[in-house]
């Protein structure tokens, strides 16, 4: 058997000195109240699972903070040795006034009286389903099979297969049936979303869906209209007139046609520019001479062909601007014959089917097929509905072939360990067990007593967990410290030492007569260390790293006791945190740490 041998801590203690203490498999713990007794045994705690109880009221208190409070320093460190010599340890510290995360290390232990305690106190299902686990130990897959109709063995294999890995039977049984309950209420919530959605269709379309019959009677109403419908136009009234007017407009674009003609004969602008230019410069030059000829004509008949120029140059302008109007109209004109060519293009209207009787009858084939798809929609929808409610009557009859077995498997081994846990209580006691509220109590002389003493409950709860943890290598009973008279916490010792882990007890007083076989009895006051002395006698230097804690971790890194002794404080806190091997450090003379491989870890 795995147990914890020895502790050092400094947690209650005067000054933040250490203590140590010893113990046996089963060792009780004697002291009077508010005597150290439940330092030992929250040390132990800490070692083994990082959380410890009755701190401020409080159970499983694992944050700093908190665990600061009950040491006399900044700093606490508790360290231990299992009796097959591998080491615990844990820390909790302040650096630099923050206090950081605590620090466990080593084999994790089991404290089976925390989940026995939770479970008696929660709700019946929370309890139900610790009694399944207690009580289960001994079940398999074909037992749980042979619990389940027929009928739900494939479903459960199948979920076994999925939700069974690294589970026991039980705790996969009541993982499928929290599986199970999940998918039921999971269904029942899309069926009623489901069912408001079919019960929107339904009003929205009528009960009586579209038939084929209908679709086909109202194509053949749009085809016969098709066939008699009016041809839309124009009137005739219309059509001559357009004719009419598209002679006139064509006669017209001839008379402009010819006034363009015209206009761009007499249009003679370059010529006159150009002589205008060049008389104006022979003039400019003060010559005589015919600027064409090279007659010599004189000034004067020079100035005289200069205002000829001038007038013909007066005139092509206004011959532009005339030009400019006859092109506007021809552009009008133009745009007037394609207009009315466009009317007479039109056909001429004919008597038939009103439009307004066409639109409706398309409207009616239109709504119909319309509402004949919505029901086609509507009836996948009810399909869906329909699976929905089938799945939940599937998964609530699985629901309830599970409890059924889980009822079954139940009172088929409640019994077997009630009398396990009755070998755990003092021999005039036995448990029993009521499985439709379940309560515990004692049988005790014929009778069940169910309002058990604060002693009564400590040592129920010790017994289910000593026969709930049978076989786990580093099971821990702590038993809650409760007001034991001699006699009972003999008969109690006696009986729990047949627990094959280890044993924590805490009393203000001694077992009366001869102590129990196998039991381990401390007297707290040989613990506890005394105060430092007001002025000690001067110390020959310790190496930084002195607690069991620290020296035991980094010896598990792989450091020699050498590079232990001369690392600093700061410096093994981060080799510790960062988990840095000894092959990856080299750690200098004033105690820093280089990284030889800073890429490894």
């Not at 309890?127 to 207690?134: D, H, I, S, V």
């Not at 006859?326 to 009317?343: C, P, S």
């Not at 889980?406 to 003092?426: H, N, Q, R, T, Y």
């Amino acid at each position: 058997m795995t147990y914890l041998k020895h502790i050092t801590s400094n947690l209650k203690a005067a000054n933040g000195t250490d203590w140590s203490v010893e113990l046996g498999p089963k060792t009780l713990i004697v002291g009077p109240n508010a005597s150290f007794k439940t330092a030992v045994l929250q040390s132990a705690e800490l070692l083994l699972t990082g959380a410890c109880d009755d701190v401020i009221g409080r159970k499983e208190v694992k944050t700093g903070e908190l665990l600061l409070m009950m040491t006399g320093s900044e700093r606490l460190e508790i360290s231990g040795k299992l009796e097959d010599g591998r080491s615990v340890g844990f820390q909790a510290f302040k650096e630099e006034g923050k206090v950081k995360k605590p620090l466990r290390v080593g084999p994790k232990g089991m404290l089976p009286i925390r989940g026995v305690k939770n479970a008696l106190a929660g709700s019946a299902a929370t309890t139900e389903k610790a009694f399944l686990q207690w009580v289960g130990q001994g079940v398999d897959l074909d037992t749980v099979l042979d619990a389940l109709p027929e009928r739900f063995h494939a479903k459960y294999l199948d979920l076994n297969e999925a939700l069974g890995r690294n589970k026991t039977p039980v705790e996969t049984l009541l993982a499928v049936q929290e599986y199970i309950t999940k998918q039921k209420r999971d269904f029942a919530s899309k069926a009623k979303a489901q069912g408001s959605l079919v019960e929107g269709l339904q009003d929205k379309l009528g009960q009586d869906p579209v038939s084929d019959e209908q679709i086909t009677e109202a194509e053949a109403a749009v085809q016969l209209l098709a066939g008699q419908q009016a041809v839309s136009g124009v009137t005739q009234e219309v059509h001559d007139s357009a004719e009419e007017e598209l002679g006139h407009v064509e006669e017209e674009l001839l008379h402009i046609d010819a006034a363009l003609k015209v206009a761009s004969m007499n249009l003679e602008a370059g010529f006159y520019e150009a002589a205008l230019l060049t008389l104006q410069k022979v003039l400019s030059d003060g010559l005589d001479q015919c600027p064409t000829c090279s007659s010599m004509v004189g000034a004067e008949h020079l100035k005289t062909c200069e205002s000829f120029y001038q007038d013909q140059l007066a005139q092509q302008t206004t011959a532009r601007g005339q030009q400019t109007q006859l092109l506007a109209q021809l552009k009008d004109l133009n745009m007037q014959k394609a207009m009315l060519q466009q009317t007479l293009r039109q056909p001429l209207e004919q008597p038939g089917t009103s439009a307004e009787e066409m639109t409706q009858a398309s409207v009616n084939l239109a709504d119909l097929q319309l509402r004949k798809s919505r029901w086609g929609d509507m009836i996948t929808q009810k399909r869906q509905l329909e699976h929905y409610q089938g799945e939940v009557e599937t998964y609530k009859l699985m629901e309830k072939a599970l409890k059924t077995a889980i009822s079954a498997l139940m009172s088929a081994a409640s019994s077997d360990f009630a009398d396990l846990v009755s070998k755990f209580l003092p021999k005039e006691w036995a448990l029993d067990v009521d499985l439709k509220r379940f309560r515990v109590g004692i049988r005790r002389n014929g009778l069940v007593h169910v309002a058990l003493s604060g002693a009564e409950w400590a040592t129920v709860t010790a017994a289910i967990a000593a026969a709930a943890s049978v076989g786990e290598e580093l099971a821990v009973l702590i038993p809650e410290d409760r007001a034991w008279d001699g006699v009972t916490l003999a008969k109690v010792m006696r009986a729990l030492g047949k627990f094959k882990g280890q044993i924590l007890m805490a009393s203000t007083t001694r077992p009366k007569g001869k102590k129990p076989a196998g039991w381990t009895v401390i007297n707290i006051e040989e613990v506890r260390q005394p105060s430092a002395p007001s002025s000690p006698a001067p110390k020959t230097p310790e190496p930084a790293i002195k607690a069991d804690f620290s020296r035991g971790v980094l010896a598990q890194l792989g450091y020699a006791d050498e590079d232990i002794d001369r690392m600093s404080a700061r410096t093994a806190l981060v080799v510790i945190n960062e988990g840095l091997k000894a092959h990856l450090v080299e750690i200098d003379q004033l105690g820093g740490l280089v990284l030889l491989n800073p890429g490894a870890r």
